[in-house]
């Protein structure tokens, strides 16, 4: 997917035109304080707060009526987005759309919308390595990670683990304001355990798909 997208025209009008330059280049891109501050903010405190509501669940593994808890694969908890969840989630979720519209008009991805959820690691949690994609259904195009945690160190752990080709990999530290991206079919990705509670929301844009593989 990288080589197809590589060479697609910069756009410097639009407001993520490095971070869509370095996904067409490489296939992933990261870009740090993405967003505003106070959003990067809020969101990390709503996140706070669903956890001490209980509304973050434990994230399961597998899809529909097959999926279980499996805290051996992932330990992650999780609630999914809507807009009218709150004014910092509407927020967010209008500038994903932009970000969508903007890597069709720049890439023809055929982009239609996006999933999202909360996601919040507890200290010692993690993600064993995994695609982005399911073996039969191919909707998930492009994987969007947003983090929320402040004064992250390298010490605190916690990297998301990108496996490039040639047996290279990409430590992506959760440091708050940084926007991820990476196509969801090409690249296998670990979360490694970190020593502090790790915050992001974590989504996908999706094309229309063909259906089961």
């Not at 080709?165 to 959760?174: C, F, H, Q």
């Not at 296998?188 to 063909?210: C, D, I, M």
């Amino acid at each position: 997917m990288a080589d197809r997208l590589a060479g697609m025209t910069t756009l410097p009008e639009i407001p993520f035109a490095a971070l869509i330059d370095d996904l067409a280049e490489h296939g992933w891109a990261i870009q740090m304080h993405a967003l505003p501050a106070d959003l990067t903010a809020a969101l990390a405190a709503e996140c706070r707060a669903r956890q001490q509501n209980g509304a973050l669940q434990p994230a399961g593994v597998g899809r529909a009526g097959a999926q279980r808890v499996n805290n051996a694969v992932r330990g992650d908890q999780i609630e999914w987005l809507e807009a009218a969840q709150s004014p910092a989630c509407a927020r967010y979720l209008k500038l994903l759309d932009e970000l969508r519209l903007d890597l069709n008009r720049a890439l023809y991805l055929g982009l239609e919308d996006y999933e999202g959820h909360f996601a919040l690691y507890p200290p010692g949690a993690f993600y064993q390595k995994h695609l982005d994609r399911f073996r039969d259904d191919d909707k998930r195009s492009v994987s969007a990670v947003f983090y929320l945690n402040d004064d992250w160190l390298p010490e605190h752990g916690g990297a998301l683990r990108l496996y490039l080709s040639e047996g290279r990999e990409l430590d992506v530290y959760p440091q708050a304001g940084t926007l991820l991206l990476f196509m969801s079919a090409d690249w296998p990705h670990a979360v490694l355990p970190a020593n502090r509670e790790r915050l992001s929301l974590t989504g996908w844009f999706r094309r229309r798909g063909n259906g089961p593989l």
